[in-house]
């Protein structure tokens, strides 16, 4: 048997709420219109003052916008002497130390005296070296000599070794897009990127803008301003202190370069976007006038002898292509510096850097003697 249930649906009443209380949730309201609108005033207000100030490459990218700053100084302070722009990676960065060269020169009124700056940027290969000349044009510095550091890990791409991945994309300006659609293997998607980031500065670029006003709400692992804040005038940023010598801390750091270098080695090839960036860059620099050279920065002995042969002989075919292709010349100061003096296999102590460009000033004289561009 089956059996039936039946439901019973009762309605029940609307609720309607005391006109007592509908009475004073009117003037809440009325109370919170003003305050939302001061806020989105406020918001965007605060978004357009973030945009200003980060269109500025010294907020945007202080590692060179803070280099070109000091650099805008330098040129004033010496007018009449040709500019020798030096582009290049840490090695450069650390080693290369314009105002040694400064207390060293001889001061010729007749012959004016190179004026060597240093614009490396941290992790630099070709493609970042390139960035950095186009916005010195950009920002119309006009360099009578462009130096441009050659290494040859950095002209290798595979792997983790791929220099777009080393550019962090918050340090790119409007004045990178040319770069990024002729290098950059996602470029469409980057320039999205750079769009929305522009759009909403105030989140966009909160990191850049945070470290440099208030450093203790960025985690110490996102900071970046290790890299700018102890440039020197003449961009110069000294190496972390260093016991000259053949030490054992100097020891333990080769064995850690060696253990970091010697798989790159053992798969090592030229990139062809490393090599097209170099011949584009000698391109650039001479139709704006200038003459170019590369530099082989400094190694210690034990760090060459991580070279295998193979790898040895291609960097040297390459460099040689490229100067003779080119018609550029080879400044090769590899053995310039004594092991104690080089903390890690490449890169200059302190000291290292003082010895170093007091060699390398008289060297750019003398293979650039008729730079008569002024900068």
Partial sequence: MTRTVRLRLTWLPSTTLPRASVARAAPV???ARPTLLWFGVAALALNALAG?????????DPEYGRRMSRLRDRVAENPGRPLVLVLGSSRTAMGVRPGEWEAARPADPARPDPLLFNAALLGSGPIMEQMVLRRAYADGFRPAVVLIEYWPPFLHSDGGWVETHRIARDRLMDVDRPLVRDYFPDAARIEREMDWKNRVPAFGHRERLLVQVAQRWVPPEKRSDWTWDDLDGWGWKPAPE???GLTPARAACHARCADIYNPLFAAYRVAPAADR???????????HGAAVGFVYLPESSEFRKLYPERVERVAREHLAGLSRDLGVPVLDTRGWIDDGLIMDGFHLTRPGAAEYTRKLGPAVARTFPTTGGAP
């Fill in 29 to 31: 309201r009325r109370r």
């Fill in 52 to 60: 200003a100030v980060s269109s500025d490459a010294r907020v945007r």
């Fill in 242 to 244: 260093f016991e000259p």
């Fill in 277 to 287: 960036a170099f011949r584009e860059t000698v391109a650039l620099a001479r139709a």
